[in-house]
Nanobody, 115 residues
Framework: QLRLMESGGGLVQAGGSLSLSCVAS???????MNWYRQAPGKERELVAT???????YYLDSVKGRFTMTRDDARNTVHLRMNALKPEDTAVYYC??????????WGQGTEVTVWS
């Protein structure tokens, strides 16, 4: 059973920055890794993906502000968030999908951006 643990959330003023990390309990170098977020009263949405070769995808609203990286030697992915906006306020979740029926989620880390 793979476990994912996020860290790095917090309270930040609009325009500020935060860095999130997600550490996996096992090897993840073969897999795409994802960051999702869920704001209060809204559905969970995909924020960023990094492929096993380092290719990335970003939600349009975070392009140019968020950067996802991976460190496979440490089974870790990061999400650097700059120029944060109040609408970025959400619980951020790390995710790995091994197969169509096998997905893993972290417990989430809360990000609150105030203006």
């Amino acid at each position: 059973q793979l476990r994912l643990m996020e860290s790095g959330g917090g309270l930040v003023q609009a325009g500020g920055s935060l860095s999130l990390s997600c550490v996996a309990s096992g090897y993840v170098d073969e897999f795409d890794m994802n960051w999702y977020r869920q704001a209060p009263g809204k559905e969970r949405e995909l924020v960023a993906t990094i492929g096993n070769v380092g290719n990335t995808y970003y939600l349009d609203s975070v392009k140019g502000r968020f950067t996802m990286t991976r460190d496979d030697a440490r089974n870790t992915v990061h999400l650097r968030m700059n120029a944060l906006k109040p609408e970025d306020t959400a619980v951020y979740y790390c995710n790995l999908i091994r197969t169509s029926s096998e997905a893993y989620w972290g417990q989430g880390t809360e990000v609150t951006v105030w203006s």
